[in-house]
């Protein structure tokens, strides 16, 4: 990415992370109401989905998922960047590889996850492909690893 590029992500990317819990519960819950069977490879699957924006399990892994793109975010564009991303998003795969999530999943997620930040942050086009083509990277990260340690579904 450039630095006018990296410089977009950073700054849309100041909505989100201010409420990072809702930020990730927004995401996690679009994602189950449109795919309803995801629910049953995350621990809180007991949970009714109206009752899931109140469930400390539930927002807890929503808050997770925002940190740990929020660490991806502040390491770009310092030297070593995408080792430092291939090492966080490489031990993201590696923890999610028991659970036996297959590539569709992801694909959906990843589909929500475009979606809800354009929402969120009022993306025009342009910051929708640079949006898109920072997900992709980190897409292409988590797959590697699944291929390598433990192919997904």
Known sequence: MNSDE??????????????????????????????????????????????????????????????????????????????KLDEIWTKVAVNHIPRRISKESYNQLRGVILETLTAVCNLDDSQQETWTKLVDHVYSIIFKSINEEGDAI
């Open 6 to 83: 990296l410089a977009m992500i950073k700054k849309t990317w100041e909505i989100p992370v201010a409420t990072p819990t809702d930020s990730g519960a927004a995401i996690l819950t679009a994602f189950f109401n449109r795919f309803p069977s995801a629910l049953e490879k995350f621990p809180f699957r007991d949970v009714p989905l109206e009752e899931l924006p109140a469930n400390a399990r539930f927002r807890a892994h929503a808050g997770r998922i925002i940190r740990v793109f929020d660490e991806s975010i502040r390491v770009l564009g310092q030297e070593g960047d995408q080792e």
